[in-house]
């Protein structure tokens, strides 16, 4: 029946890009080879034109393997070229943006399945409006235009039905008296105002204030590209709330399926003589069988509780136990689709079709937990010891407690973050924080899921079947073999063991190797090394174009600019002004530890200070000795090793420092490579503690940098930059090979984001020396006396 | 008369065992019928060192007496060795200090101006001011430092010369203001049989193209032992270069022994046998074991490294080297010379916290190879005291620990050389020219306090010989990690590293404990 009846029929399928569209398209042009065409509805996007998005969205996808499998690679690029073409369609515009050859085309179809939407439950209002509602109502009216009467399809979602008890049936949704009309356009205009409250005083000082928190020391640039970036997520955060406060107050679950609600009012009320079917299904998840067992793409809804079940990050979880969990495998909707497509309604009267398993084969929350219980129990996954973790036991408490209790957790984890932040542990708080980070994430996380997934397993009601039941009860039995739709057809135990979590856990693999590899977009964007920096070194072997930049203090030398002043002031008084000059030091000490979190620079700036009225030639003498009984102990062997590849590399290696050169010019020269530091203005043989020029930290450092390699030819886009703290990110960002040092807490995480390499050198064991001369040493008290 | 050294079979009223470890001490009960071999007590020093040196200066050995050697306008240059020797660092006066006011004494009688004093420190590290000015005594350094005082530098491409080839084609180089001096005086001291006689030109003032020459696997494959000049291919080496040295400048040697009073009386029990302890001895013992079970390794390090020896001249000597050696040799060997009967399967020793590369510094990994298996092993004369094939068991807590200052080149060594291999053959070949050339560990050397970047595959070169002939060595009390890294095995207790040991020699091995130090020479008959 379903192939006889789409025999030479042209389709149009929209929403081909996403799981369903694609599913669809596949077992159509497998199971009905005598179909006529499929058009398939792409828009052009930024980067892709809709033909190239067909090749590398859609036939790549692995759903079409098996098809490629079975036909081989060239006739199945002939039977795609046959049967496949791409139809231009914006939803977006009115009209859809289609051409007058698309107008035409779009005549021709007979059957329209419309399956485009915005599925993800936290979509901002605005978005979901305009995809869903919107998109659907133009695509109702630009058929409506063509004059011609092809079956529409639309697909829709069980929950439009809303937050309501007991048997659903198979007609309109709940209506709270809504105007579709007025929803879409309120919705859909959202933004404007929110992007206007976003660039309200008091909201921009608090988002400015939490970039500085995060990346202050980085410069204005970098703080201002931060502030951008929390404004793009405040908006966005807002836009969601907006939509789900919005659902929910009418009803609703989420602006999913109150814009999918909106949109059958929608489609309706437009759609006047042509034939229209509305196809409801529940939750999708991966294929029993077709194209092959455990096909999915993309984690939805199940997924990511499942993979948290089984890494025991939801070590609880909310719901009721006897209610029913809809899922239903998308080969099944697939299959209900083309039944419904087959079978158009008579008359002009809407007819509606529930694609669910509750009523015919119901699982019940309480065996999901069991049935994963049981899975993880034989194959449990394995934390990084490679230890296995045990599946949790939930006990359903209610969704707010349990929301509470994850958000108490959260606060503490959060307090113990800004504290660690804070503290002068330096490189040493980096692993402490990277902990606090990941557990903030997993309560963030665990947090997130109970938000948007709870109000599923609450869910007290069934969706009726029987119309689609009807529809199965026509088909053939030879059909019932190759479309299979009725959920009572398999078991949810071979379902969830043998398909589905396997699935999950498969995917969820990739997914985390994807994630490693993602780039950060636009202005932040810096190219990853692919490997070891070691083979980057050897790649770039013999380019004297290349430049190396490392920063000095806690990149190659563990010191600071406070302990070299401490060892030259103590080096050149006696050991009774001793006391009176380190009381001093530490009265200072806080304020210095606030002014470097706010800003190196500022922090440089204010401690210079203390070098106001010393004698340059001395200092300079001081600096030389401060070499060996200083720096040369604290050197980080693996960094000077580092240097020295990359001299033998042929490199040009700059140390670019914001110390002062009394202390840095005696390592350079011994180093025999470039620097550039800090310099005092000297008035009479004297310091002023006045700098030259800026101190080099920040976006400072970046343009010092820039200059410098244009000055001497360097290719930066080839370069090596090594830096250990946050004020050094403009620099880092410049170079292709960017290695992050031991970072401080923050540019840790800030490493970890855009997958720089992060290397941990230390100091060789047994060197550390209080910053002081020793005074026992006649070398000290003969210098002192002088 | 002080007593001589011993050979003491350990039978069931013998107390436990001193085994120096590191930065530490350990009592252990070796298995009965064992063997201790003790050093001999120290000698009586010499009641009046000035007048003895005076004496010796009066009289040379073979050549003419240094006051007629010296006249106004010559050019005169101190050669003398550095802090690597004694060990313990002795405490003030340095016996070099004593000769050498006296031969400046002599000098500015003579009106000798312009003289320079050098520290012939090879390619060691260069001593910090302090050091020097506990070398040479408060009156010389405020006189001649820094300009006319002052150490070698072996990587000073202007301040070097070649001066040729010996027969046997090796390459000789010299420091160039002792080469141009009309008259060389070497003050010498010599501790162990190793040191002195050509030695000290040959490699005090030389570069890294003259010492190569001896410093290499080979010959010191062939130097059994480097501690008895006769057999020692790196001596024989050393004669030819330096008789091409005094053929080119004339040297007068002054060579001083002291004895083997190492320790100073905190640590007497140290020097004396368990059997002697004294219940001060005894006290002291535990006091020195709960402070170094329990105190951190940088304040250990700060008191053992405090220690200075109460040493006592024994000898000193002027004139020819040859001469002069012969008698030197003879003092040393009296001191420290023990006999012991026949070779035995398993060899035991503590490694103390100093080797002469490691003043004020840790005793680093490579740096205990280098004074286990290389130094202590090699205490011989005739054969060694372990069979072929037999196991070396030493005590050392082997802890991953590096001077940065001090020690540069030793780190990269261990991080990336011995992770590659621990075949002093293979390090030879495939490493040590791109360590004695690198250009940061010649700006260490040359500006810093660090040791040449040659140095480590010296350290490890010296123990090739034990590596090769003993059968297995085994680390008592190392860090695991560490002691495979070196290429040994590791246990936890000596127990446990005796049993080890018998899967190599066998069941009831013969144990041969050698108590050093103070430090003595095994004369295996």
Known sequence: ?786 | MARPGAVIEVDRNTPPTLFHYGEGVRLERLPLGSRIVYPPDPLEPIAHPERAIKRALGKPLDDDPLKSLLRRGMKLTLAFDDLSLPLPPMAAPDVRQLVMEEVIDMAAEAGVEDIHLIAALGLHRRMTQDEVRHIVGDRIFSTFWPDRLYQHDGEDPDENVYIGKTAQGEEVTLNKRAAESDLVIYVNLTLVPMDGGHKSMATGLATYRGIRAHHNVKTLLGSRSYMNPPDSALHHSCIRQGQLIEDTVRVFHIETTVNNHAFPSIASFMQKRETDWTPQDQAMFLAMKQMTDIAPPAFKRGVFHAMRAPYGLTSVNAGQVDAVHDKTLDAVRNQISVPVEGQTDIVTMGVPYLGPYNINAPMNPVLVVCMAAGYLFNLYRGKPVLREGGVLIFEHPCRYEFDAVQHPSYIDFYDEVLADTTDPFEIEKKYEQRFAEDPWFIQLYRKSNAYHGVHPFYAHYWAAFAMQYAGDIIVVGGEREVVHRLGFKAATTLEDALEMAEQTVGRHPSITHLRVPPIMLCDVQ
């Not at chain 1, 080096?571 to 001793?578: C, I, M, T, V």
């Not at chain 1, 110390?659 to 350079?668: G, R």
């Open chain 1, 1 to 786: 029946m379903i192939a006889e009846a789409l025999k030479g029929k042209t389709i149009l399928v929209t929403g081909t890009t996403g799981f369903l569209g694609k599913s669809i398209v596949e077992k159509t042009l497998r199971a009905i080879p005598e179909v006529g065409r499929i058009n398939l509805a792409i828009r052009s996007s930024a980067r892709r034109p809709a033909a190239e998005r067909l090749e590398r969205e859609v036939l790549s996808s692995p759903a079409f393997k098996r098809l490629k499998d079975e036909l081989g690679e060239e006739a199945f690029a002939r039977l795609a070229a046959e049967k496949l073409s791409v139809l231009e369609i914006d939803l977006g515009a009115d009209g859809l943006g289609l051409t007058d050859a698309g107008r035409a085309e779009l005549a021709r179809c007979d059957i329209v399945i419309h399956s485009a939407a915005a599925v993800e439950f936290d979509n901002p209002a605005d978005l979901s409006a305009q995809t869903n509602l919107l998109g659907a109502a133009r695509m109702v009216n630009t058929v409506r235009e063509t004059g011609k009467r092809p079956h529409l399809v639309h697909i829709s979602t069980a929950y439009v039905g809303g937050l309501i008890r007991g048997l659903v049936r198979e007609e309109m949704p709940l209506d709270p008296g809504l105007n579709w009309r007025h929803e879409a356009a309120v919705l859909a205009a959202l933004r404007g105002p929110v992007e206007e409250e976003s660039r309200r005083p008091e909201v921009l000082r608090k988002l400015r204030r939490e970039a500085r928190s995060r990346v202050g020391p980085a410069g204005t640039p970098a703080m201002a590209r931060a502030t951008e970036r929390l404004r793009e997520k405040w908006v966005k955060d807002r836009l969601v709330e907006r939509g789900r406060v919005h659902a929910n107050a009418m009803g609703f679950s989420d602006i999913y399926s109150f814009t999918k609600a909106m949109a059958e009012h929608a489609v309706v009320e437009l759609h006047g003589d042509v034939p229209l079917s509305i196809v409801r299904p529940s939750i999708i998840e991966s294929s029993l069988d077709e194209p092959f067992p455990g096909w999915l793409e993309g984690f939805r809804m199940a997924e990511p509780i499942i993979l948290a079940f089984g890494r025991g990050i939801l070590q609880d979880f909310s719901g009721l136990p006897d209610s029913v969990l809809d899922i239903i495998p998308v080969d099944f909707v697939v299959n209900a689709v083309l039944a419904v497509a087959a079978s158009p309604p008579p008359d002009a009267k809407p007819r509606f079709y529930h694609v669910a398993s509750g009523s015919r084969n119901p699982l019940r929350y309480r065996q999901f937990p069991e049935i994963g219980r049981e899975y993880f129990g034989e194959k449990p996954l394995r934390d990084r010891y490679g230890q296995a973790i045990g599946a949790p036991n939930w006990t359903y408490p209610t969704r707010s407690e349990l929301a509470a209790r994850a958000r108490t957790a959260l606060r503490f984890t959060e307090a113990a973050q800004w504290l660690v932040e804070r503290l002068p542990l330096g490189a040493g708080a980096s692993p402490l924080s990277d902990n606090l980070n990941a557990e903030r994430e997993r309560l963030e996380r665990g947090l997130g899921l109970i938000q948007l997934y709870g109000v599923y397993t609450e869910v007290d009601c069934i969706f009726d079947t029987r119309h689609l039941m009807s529809v199965w009860d026509k088909l053939p039995s030879a059909e019932q073999k190759t479309f299979p739709f009725d959920p009572a057809l398999y078991t949810w135990d071979h379902y969830m063991k043998d398909v589905h979590i396997p699935t999950v856990l498969r995917m969820s693999r990739q997914e985390t190797a994807a994630r490693r590899g993602k780039q950060p977009t636009g202005s932040t964007l810096v190219k990853t090394a692919g490997d070891s920096v070691r083979s980057a070194i050897e790649r770039r072997t013999g380019r004297s174009d290349v430049l190396a930049v490392f920063d000095v203090d806690g990149t190659l030398v563990e010191t600071n600019v406070v302990e070299y002043f401490l060892w030259m002031r103590l080096r050149a008084q006696p050991l009774e002004d001793w006391p009176a000059f380190m009381a001093e030091m530490l009265r200072e000490a806080p304020r210095w530890l606030y002014l470097e979190r706010r800003s190196r620079a500022e922090f440089q700036r204010s401690f210079y200070r203390q070098y106001d009225g010393l004698d340059y030639e001395v200092m300079r003498r001081l600096g030389r000795e401060a070499l060996n009984a200083v720096t040369l102990r604290r050197v980080y062997p693996e960094g000077m090793r580092r240097i020295r590849e990359h001299k033998r590399a042929g490199h040009h290696v700059l140390l670019l420092t914001g110390a002062l050169d009394v202390v840095v010019e005696p390592l350079a020269e011994l180093l025999e490579v470039e620097v550039d530091c800090a310099h005092l203005l000297e008035k009479d043989g004297r310091m002023t503690g006045d700098l030259q020029s800026p101190p080099p930290a920040g976006e400072a450092r970046a343009t010092l940098l820039e200059e410098y390699a244009s000055r001497h030819g360097l290719v930066l886009s080839e370069s090596f930059a090594y830096a250990d703290s946050l004020s050094d990110l403009p620099m880092l960002e410049l170079v292709s090979t960017p290695v992050v040092v031991n970072p401080d807490a923050r540019l840790s995480q800030v490493a970890g984001q855009r997958g720089w390499r992060v290397e941990r050198w230390r100091m060789a064991p047994g060197n550390w020396r209080p910053p002081m001369p020793d005074p026992r040493s006649p070398e000290y008290r003969e210098a002192v006396r002088r």
